[in-house]
């Protein structure tokens, strides 16, 4: 427990952090990977049991930056390597590629393991994909089936959205590629709006800041998709860097990070947000209104996003996965000491996290929100 009364006042000689990207708050001086608990409300979370491991790793190759997609039907994991920046291998000349692990084989690895919670390393399988995948960022899904993969396209083959058959030879629909004509800038993340199958997504001009897209031709923006007739509409403006999104268990409040604070090749500033923000979705429009701040991560941003079954707000940030309650409130992380752009529950009381050069399995007693449709 980190109780946060230990470290509330640090005093005229404190070792305050200058940098929210290179120091981390780690009072209880833990070796990673383990479980940073402020509020006694994050131990519901984790349960009596709670582990956390390092499942598959690389440590030359970003394998494990975003887009992690639990399909229940096989019990894998899919998920896309970094694009475009440090060990992604992929920039403007070379396309990242998307994989997928077998949860069946991690189980079957922990299990054979030592006691305790020994790292394993299991097998990743490289999808052969169309060459209209092009720097896949973000992922959701299964939707009816299939994947949802958001692609931020590279030099001048544009960003997109597209379903893809998870089984080999994985056949591909793109959704969409414009918006009247304009490519996008270079697209980041999505998730479907429960209740709807209505799909929402960032735009955001990382590609630009990451050397693999041209300049920006629009704003950062969320957008809704309507997968059956295309139409395709601004939801919500006014961001610096729209990132990550998600939506609570009903459906009525969104959540998007804005992740203005990195900008690639420009640097990282730390007066620029780390900011995730919640808002009201309209009944009838299903335009995002009444923005306000949820949370504001202490420490890199707060990337990709999910929630659980009781509402609490999950988010890959800088020294691991954050969590926060419905009211904002910081429960806990799971603390790795690295970044994690992203995470995925795998059906309830399993948690994959995304790690760049490691994926690590933690098993919880939380409770997975749907993110798969119908």
Same mark, same amino acid.
């Given at each position: 427990?980190?109780?946060?009364? $230990?470290?509330?006042?640090?005093?005229?000689?404190?070792?305050?952090?200058?940098?929210?990207?290179?120091?981390?708050? @780690?009072?209880?001086?833990?070796?990673?990977?383990?479980?940073?608990?402020?509020?006694?409300?994050?131990?519901?979370? +984790?349960?009596?049991? %709670?582990?956390?491991?390092?499942?598959?790793?690389?440590?030359? #190759? %970003?394998?494990?930056?975003?887009?992690?997609?639990?399909?229940?039907?096989?019990?894998?994991?899919?998920?896309?390597?970094?694009?475009?920046?440090?060990?992604?291998?992929?920039?403007?000349? *070379?396309?990242?590629?998307?994989?997928?692990?077998?949860?069946?084989?991690?189980?079957?690895?922990?299990?054979?393991?030592?006691?305790?919670?020994?790292?394993?390393?299991? $097998?990743?399988?490289?999808?052969?994909?169309?060459?209209?995948?092009?720097?896949?960022?973000?992922?959701?899904?299964?939707?009816?089936?299939?994947?949802?993969?958001?692609?931020?396209?590279?030099?001048?083959?544009?960003?997109?959205?597209?379903?893809?058959?998870?089984?080999?030879?994985?056949?591909?629909?793109?959704?969409?590629?414009?918006?009247?004509?304009?490519?996008? &800038?270079?697209? &980041?993340?999505?998730?479907?709006?429960?209740?709807? @199958?209505?799909? #929402?997504?960032?735009?955001?001009?990382?590609?630009?800041?990451?050397?693999?897209?041209?300049?920006?031709?629009?704003?950062?923006?969320?957008?809704?998709?309507?997968?059956?007739?295309?139409?395709?509409?601004?939801?919500?403006?006014?961001?610096?860097?729209?990132?990550?999104?998600?939506? $609570?268990?009903?459906?009525?409040?969104?959540?998007?990070?804005?992740?203005?604070? *990195? %900008?690639?090749?420009?640097?990282?500033?730390?007066?620029?947000?780390?900011?995730?923000?919640?808002?009201?979705?309209? $009944?009838?429009?299903?335009? #995002?209104?009444?923005?306000?701040?949820?949370?504001?991560?202490?420490?890199?941003?707060?990337?990709?996003?999910? +929630?659980?079954?009781?509402? @609490?707000?999950?988010?890959?940030?800088?020294?691991?996965?954050?969590?926060?309650?419905?009211?904002?409130?910081?429960?806990?992380?799971?603390?790795?000491?690295?970044?994690?752009?992203? +995470?995925?529950?795998?059906?309830?009381?399993?948690?994959?996290?995304?790690?760049?050069?490691?994926?690590?399995? %933690?098993?919880?007693?939380?409770?997975? *929100?749907?993110?798969?449709?119908?």
């Amino acid at each position: 427990m980190a109780d946060p009364r $230990s470290f509330a006042v640090l005093g005229n000689n404190g070792a305050f952090r200058q940098s929210a990207f290179t120091e981390f708050l @780690n009072p209880t001086n833990a070796s990673p990977p383990f479980f940073q608990v402020f509020d006694p409300a994050f131990l519901r979370i +984790l349960g009596p049991s %709670a582990t956390i491991r390092a499942v598959a790793a690389n440590p030359t #190759f %970003a394998f494990a930056h975003e887009a992690p997609i639990w399909v229940p039907s096989t019990d894998e994991v899919f998920f896309a390597s970094n694009d475009g920046g440090e060990f992604g291998m992929s920039d403007i000349d *070379n396309n990242n590629q998307v994989s997928r692990i077998s949860l069946k084989e991690v189980e079957a690895a922990i299990s054979g393991a030592k006691r305790g919670p020994t790292a394993v390393n299991v $097998s990743v399988t490289k999808l052969d994909l169309p060459d209209t995948i092009q720097m896949t960022n973000g992922g959701t899904g299964p939707f009816f089936g299939d994947l949802i993969l958001v692609n931020s396209g590279r030099g001048p083959l544009p960003p997109s959205i597209a379903l893809v058959n998870p089984a080999a030879p994985h056949n591909t629909t793109i959704l969409l590629d414009n918006f009247f004509g304009r490519q996008f &800038n270079s697209l &980041n993340d999505a998730k479907i709006r429960p209740g709807t @199958n209505k799909l #929402f997504f960032t735009d955001v001009t990382y590609g630009f800041l990451n050397h693999f897209r041209p300049d920006p031709l629009m704003p950062s923006q969320v957008y809704r998709l309507d997968p059956e007739t295309r139409a395709v509409r601004v939801v919500a403006d006014g961001f610096d860097r729209c990132n990550g999104i998600a939506f $609570s268990k009903d459906g009525k409040t969104a959540f998007v990070s804005d992740t203005g604070a *990195n %900008a690639g090749f420009l640097g990282n500033n730390q007066t620029h947000p780390a900011t995730i923000y919640a808002f009201d979705v309209d $009944s009838k429009t299903e335009a #995002f209104k009444n923005r306000r701040v949820f949370a504001y991560v202490d420490t890199g941003i707060g990337d990709g996003l999910q +929630l659980d079954a009781e509402d @609490n707000l999950y988010a890959g940030c800088g020294d691991g996965v954050h969590v926060w309650n419905s009211e904002g409130t910081l429960l806990g992380k799971f603390f790795l000491g690295t970044t994690s752009a992203n +995470l995925v529950f795998a059906g309830d009381k399993r948690l994959v996290i995304m790690a760049e050069t490691a994926i690590y399995f %933690a098993e919880i007693a939380a409770k997975a *929100n749907k993110l798969s449709f119908p």
